[in-house]
Structure formats: C-alpha cells, structure tokens
C-alpha cells in the first residue's frame, strides 16, 4: 500500500484545511485509517482514526475541531481541520493499519503504513 498525503500548507489561526490521503495498491476499504502529527521536538500523536466500519475516535489535542473521514471509492481518507491554533502545527501523517470493522486502532505502532507527511503551518 502506498499513501500520498495532501493538502498541508500556511494558514492563519483560526482557519481551515482539508487534508487528504489517497491509497494505493491492495483494497482499500479493507484498511483502517489514522492521521497522526508531529511537531518539533514532541512525539508523534494520534489526531484522529477511523476503523474500516468508519467508526472514528479523535485525540484529545483536535477533538471538537475536526472530522476524519473516508471514501472507499477514490481510496481517500480526509482529515478536516477547523479552528487551527497555532500549536496545530505539525507533520500530518496519514497511515493504514489492518482491518477492523469495529473500533479505529490507536497506537502508531498498529500503522502498518505511512505517507510521506504534509506540513501545516499556523501563523498568527
């Protein structure tokens, strides 16, 4: 499985983005989904997971202010982020973990695979 993750850049406090994560290679609608980030200096934290049934689970640094979903026919998974603070920023990483129909996984080390990071940059 390969991951592309998009959608990262610079924006003001208090702004929106949308990330996406396209997959390819095996089935898509078999994985479950995670975005993670990673600021400087700080460990890598889940944002948000969603199980191949899409049930979701949001960590408590984004939870509130955004909405993980997925689209089993382009293979997407999106990550909407509102009300950006400035300690949202960070390397956003999408990754796929085996299925589960039930409940997201949690753990990075559940993550089978990993895209390649995005930047968000929240400037006040």
């Known amino acids: 499985v390969q991951l592309q993750a998009c959608g990262g850049g610079l924006v003001q406090a208090g702004g929106s983005l949308r990330l996406s994560c396209t997959a390819s290679?095996?089935?898509?609608?078999?994985?479950?989904m995670g975005w993670f980030r990673q600021a400087p200096g700080k460990e890598r934290e889940l944002v948000a997971a969603i199980s191949s049934g899409e049930s979701t689970f949001y960590g408590d640094s984004m939870k509130g202010r955004c909405t993980i979903s997925r689209d089993n026919t382009p293979n997407t998974t999106y990550l909407q982020m509102n009300s950006l603070k400035l300690e949202d920023t960070a390397v956003y990483y999408c990754?796929?973990?085996?299925?589960?129909?039930?409940?997201?996984?949690?753990?990075?080390?559940?993550?089978?695979?990993w895209g390649q990071g995005t930047q968000v940059t929240v400037s006040s």
């Open positions: 290679g095996r089935t898509f609608d078999t994985w479950a």
């Open positions: 990754a796929a973990a085996r299925y589960r129909y039930s409940s997201p996984w949690l753990n990075s080390h559940d993550y089978t695979y």
